[in-house]
T-cell receptor
Framework: DADVTQTPRNRITKTGKRIMLECSQT?????MYWYRQDPGLGLRLIYY???????NKGEISDGYSVSRQAQAKFSLSLESAIPNQTALYFC?????????????FGPGTRLTVT | EDQVTQSPEALRLQEGESSSLNCSYT??????LFWYRQDPGKGPEFLFT???AGEEKEKERLKATLTKKESFLHITAPKPEDSATYLC????????????FGTGTRLKVLA
């Protein structure tokens, strides 16, 4: 089974709808991240969480909110979806003990807002 | 401002034709530089971490190197299965240890 899973994998929704993307991990990592990827813009950080009680905004948090329900679960919500939120969304995790660690990514959620 | 620039944006190679991808970075202090491979419609897959200038890492046909301003991903005798987008990212010592990604190089290896 995959270490980082995301649901749904694909979602089409309408402008103004609320939508939640979910991420679960079995790697035991404390740190979790949400990114969006757009052609030509690369991966941009939306929110990140260093533990259950620590949540931080990334570079493009407007229009998004998150919830860290447990060490292994990190959800991303779009309160009122708009077409320019159409993108590929990735969840990622990383370990931490003061050293530098790589991130592990989920398979992504392709979101289309019409 | 911390920044990562990758070049070229796209690269087409014949099978067996070696080449290099570039990742130039500007950070206040480098904690680590990462290379990832991303296949279409999938999440990035970790390849290497480099920590300091002069360091090199190898995996099969790939070798990553690091200087104080840039990193190279050398691909030796590539095969069609090496076709993917290769992403570079850096982690800075400033702020909150976020990762800054480049926009990637799309590599196509022709048989």
């Amino acid at each position: 089974d995959a270490d980082v899973t995301q649901t749904p994998r694909n979602r089409i929704t309408k402008t103004g709808k609320r939508i939640m993307l979910e991420c679960s991990q079995t790697k035991g990592h404390d740190r979790m991240y949400w990114y969006r990827q757009d052609p030509g813009l690369g991966l941009r950080l939306i929110y990140y969480s260093f533990d259950v009680k620590d949540i931080n905004k990334g570079e493009i948090s407007d229009g998004y909110s998150v919830s860290r329900q447990a060490q292994a679960k990190f959800s991303l919500s779009l309160e009122s979806a708009i077409p320019n939120q159409t993108a590929l969304y990735f969840c990622a995790t990383s370990a931490t003990d003061g050293r530098v660690y790589e991130q592990y990514f989920g398979p992504g959620t392709r979101l289309t807002v019409t | 401002e911390d920044q990562v620039t990758q070049s070229p944006e796209a690269l087409r190679l014949q099978e067996g034709e070696s080449s290099s991808l570039n990742c130039s970075y500007t950070v206040s202090g480098l904690r680590g530089l990462f290379w990832y491979r991303q296949d279409p419609g999938k999440g990035p897959e970790f390849l290497f971490t480099l920590y300091s200038a002069g360091e090199e890492k190898e995996k099969e046909r790939l070798k990553a190197t690091l200087t104080k301003k840039e990193s190279f991903l050398h691909i030796t005798a590539p095969k069609p299965e090496d076709s993917a987008t290769y992403l570079c990212a850096v982690q800075s010592i400033s702020g909150t240890y976020k990762y800054i990604f480049g926009t990637g190089t799309r590599l196509k290896v022709l048989a």
